[in-house]
């Protein structure tokens, strides 16, 4: 499929990521480096200074997926989709991108239930509820199952393309990039 210039919600899914994995990382950076100058240079340490990283981690971890989905960064197989006619490409890739945003939007709302769950349960220290933790996961699968629907409604647009042709008339061969 044709490469689309990024729209607008794009943008901002992109923006809200890279700002949670900055944030999260340099927060937790410095709480850790504190921490250790902390244990080295007086033996004690913050008591907090465990558990601010630990709630934090899965939101760094979350934007990356969402982030890597976003720049196609996932590992795929498309040998598959290669070997279609233009045609029936797009309608399976289509197709394909409906079923994973509609799969997206399933776990968002399985998530979102599960929420009154694990609010009760309190981080030890900070009292911080267990639903902060899993809200990550709910918002991280709604973001994605917007850019699937999004991919969904951009193949369907686009015209089919034809697939590039090697000298010999085959589909070109990739070449390792590792």
Partial sequence: ??????????????GFCRLVLWLSTAVIFVILVGNTVLRYAGGGSLQWGNEV???????????????????????????????????????VA???????AGLYGTLTVATWRMLELVHDEKSPILGV????????????????????????WRVWRLPPVEAPQGEDGAPPVPVAHW
């Fill in 1 to 14: 499929m044709q490469a689309a210039q990024p729209g607008w919600i794009e943008r901002a899914i992109g």
């Fill in 53 to 91: 990283p630990e709630l934090l981690f899965p939101w760094l971890v979350m934007a990356g997926v969402v982030l890597a989905a976003q720049q196609g960064a996932h590992i795929a197989t498309t040998f598959l989709m290669d070997a279609l006619p233009p045609a029936a490409r797009r309608i």
């Fill in 94 to 100: 289509c197709g394909s991108w409906a079923m994973v």
């Fill in 129 to 152: 509820p267990g639903s902060v933790t899993y809200a990550c996961v709910m918002v991280g699968m709604a973001l994605l199952a917007l850019l699937a629907a999004q991919s969904a």
